[in-house]
């Protein structure tokens, strides 16, 4: 990093403290306390902080914190006792799993075969492309999987040079299929176990991955379709026949079926038995991995973003404290003042400001920022489900699809040089509206129909 | 005549690489993979990757980015002309900096204007891919024309290549430089130019749509 830039980033930090000096300064309004207020003050500390990056988003996490001690709203032990939580060990062990299946390699030999049956045609192509990155990001992070897809995908649109639509379109596709798939199971981003833990903890409705992915699943089929017209829509595609890539061929390795059975044997477990504890079954995968020797602790201490689980630590104090102190009541007493108290019409807003939030902060920290606003309104608006109001912010929390900083795997596959900025910009503002809209329709509709609400 | 043409991720310049075809003898395509850019994907990403992944991320960025690359260079090669194709990653300016102090080309091109490109010591003609058959020579004073021979002939061999009239203009207000003007719009009609030559960057002389290369600033 450049002087210039820790200049730039010192510059910001000291913006975003002073935004709590201002809230410390000021009068406490009338309904809320002076924990409730702070705790307010953190979150736009925190919104500043994930939004300008002046800080590394885990270190925002942890800093978040270490915040409500100092300001005198909680006892230090009690804030770093949120971090002992099942979403915490659902995601390291899902990171564990997701080593073991990338250091066997079945990723690319699935991969290649995925796309090969896909093949020629350059629409039914693209199509295969989403198809591949949503149904990996079942089963693992979103961004790992466009890590692990973008060389396969980058070698299988070398060979359309002529046709730049094609490879706009095959490129996006990757980071497009992997955001709708990563709304479908717990397993997809840290965002799904942060709402679940977040919505057990704070209402206890103890929402399974069967439920989850009941409820998420029909928006994952109904954008998927979607996604893809509008892919071949804005970039029509020129060639017609896709060139046929030789791959050397090699048997399957006991590796490679081992660590294929834990994954499989773990999400099929995961669906039937969730209800013991999401936790509980993906730490019997992950130590499955070791046990078959897929993997060792070298593989593991190299494969776990601390990141996102120090980010969760922030997100986890974010919301609990805005809870306990009544700072998400009073400011959802404020927003049905403004919108009115129309169950619908909350919703739809809740839905907008989170694609909103996503599209320009990490999709943890607006899920993590919207969710305490969303179970604040449906405390004060009984007819608001509050396992819709969670579940909507908590899918829509995954669609960033227009700007490169929504979204690491925009961001990634931006830099391959295939598309340009203004491309995604094209694409994904229609996407965002219209994934706006399917969420809203589906919770409005499936839900009602499953008797969510 | 020695042309380089910078290519960011960005930055194609499709009007530029053609014009050179018609333009220019020996093509230089300067693909430059910004640093700033591999950077930020990395700083975008690091809170949800690993450090390896990250690495293996970055290896096949520049693979890729090679390989467009090297399409650039194929697309140019089909046209005949000697094309040498130059892949760097790193700092932009720094790199095209570099560049032109080693091959010494005779013009810069490219489609966008951007005010870095002024520092650089070299002519630069921003190409907004309109038809030229008219080009214009806008001159502080035509009396210090003698001055500026070696930027005359540059135009001239410009103009010619590309099949077009050549005009000068003064933005100078000596009566004498005006009569000449006037009579010399009148014969040669010069003055809704296609192409813009300027001997100084001028805001006010530049409307976007129209082509023009700079001279010196």
């Known amino acids: 990093m450049s002087i210039k830039d820790i200049k730039v980033k010192r510059n910001l930090f000291l913006i975003s403290l002073s935004i709590l000096l201002i809230f410390y300064l000021s009068p406490t309004p009338a309904g809320l306390g002076y924990s409730g207020k702070m705790m307010i003050g953190i979150m736009f500390f925190a919104v500043f902080l994930f939004v300008t990056e002046a800080l590394p988003l885990g270190m925002s996490g942890i800093l978040i914190m270490a915040l409500p001690p100092i300001l005198g709203i909680y006892d230090s032990r009690e804030v770093f006792g949120f ?78 040079y002529e046709d730049e639509n094609l490879r706009k379109a095959g490129m996006i596709a990757l980071a497009y299929g992997c955001s709708v798939g990563s709304i479908g199971t717990l397993l997809g981003g840290a965002r799904n176990p942060y709402a679940v833990s977040f919505i057990s903890e704070s209402t206890g409705t103890r929402i399974t991955f069967l439920q989850w992915s009941l409820m998420a699943l029909p928006i994952v089929l109904v954008m998927l379709p979607i996604v893809w017209l509008l892919l071949i829509t804005i970039f029509p595609t020129k060639t017609e026949r896709i060139p046929v890539k030789k791959e050397k061929k090699s048997p399957v390795s006991v590796v490679e079926i081992k660590a294929g059975s834990v994954l499989l044997a773990t999400v099929i477990l995961l669906f039937i038995f969730g209800n013991i504890g999401t936790a509980v079954i993906a730490i019997l995968g992950a130590t499955a991995m070791f046990v078959f020797g897929v993997i060792d602790w070298k593989d593991v201490e190299k494969a776990i973003p601390w990141g996102v689980l120090l980010l969760y630590g922030g997100a986890i104090t974010l919301g609990k404290g805005m809870l306990s102190t009544g700072a998400t009541r009073w400011m959802a007493e404020g927003i049905v003042m403004y919108v009115g108290r129309n169950p619908e019409v909350l919703l739809f807003v809740l839905i907008v400001i989170t694609v909103l939030f996503t599209e320009v902060m990490s999709n943890t920290a607006a899920v993590a920022l919207m969710l305490p606003i969303g179970l604040g309104l449906s405390a004060v608006i009984p007819e608001l489900n509050v396992v819709v109001v969670s579940m909507a912010i908590a899918l829509a929390g995954g669609f960033a699809f227009a700007l490169l900083i929504g979204n690491p795997g925009n961001m990634i596959t931006y830099s391959t040089g295939y598309y340009r900025q203004r491309d995604l910009l094209k694409i994904g503002v229609f996407a965002d509206i219209i994934g706006i809209f399917v969420i809203y329709f589906v919770a409005m509709t499936v839900w009602k129909f499953m008797g969510v609400w | 005549m020695r042309c380089l043409i910078p290519i960011t991720q960005e930055m194609r310049n499709p009007n530029a690489l053609k014009r050179a075809q018609i333009l220019c ?71 095209l900096e570099r560049h032109i102090l080693r091959l010494r080309p005779q013009l810069l091109m490219t489609d966008a204007f951007s005010r870095s490109l002024l520092s650089l010591k070299v002519p630069i003609w921003v190409d907004a891919g309109n038809e030229i058959k008219r080009c214009v020579f806008v001159v502080e004073s035509v009396t210090k024309i003698r001055n500026l021979k070696k930027d005359f002939e540059l135009l001239r061999t410009v103009c010619g290549r590309i099949q077009c009239d050549m005009g000068i203009f003064s933005k100078s207000n000596e009566r004498s430089t005006i009569e000449t003007l006037k009579r010399f719009a009148e014969i040669t009609g010069l003055t809704g130019a296609d192409l813009l030559c300027l001997q100084f960057f001028d805001r006010k002389s530049i409307k976007t749509e129209r082509s023009f290369i700079i001279l010196s600033n």
């Open chain 2, 25 to 95: 003898d020996e093509i230089h395509i300067l693909y430059v993979l910004d640093r700033a850019l591999l950077d930020r994907m990395k700083r975008e990403s690091a809170y949800v990757l690993d450090s390896e992944t990250l690495k293996a991320i970055e290896d096949t960025v520049i693979d890729s980015q090679r390989e467009e690359a090297t399409e650039f260079l194929r697309a140019a090669q089909k046209q005949g002309k000697k094309v040498q194709l130059h892949f760097e990653v790193g700092d932009y300016p720094e790199v």
């Open chain 1, 83 to 160: 971090f002992g939580n099942e979403a915490i060990f659902l995601l390291i062990s899902a990171f564990i799993i997701a080593a073991g299946f990338q250091k066997s390699g079945l990723h690319r030999r699935t991969a290649v075969r995925f796309l090969k049956r896909f093949g020629k045609s350059p629409k039914i192509f693209i199509l295969g492309i989403l198809l591949l990155g949503a149904s990996f990001s079942f089963m693992m992070s979103e961004h790992a999987v466009v890590a692990l897809m973008i060389p396969i995908v980058a070698f299988s649109l070398m060979g359309v």
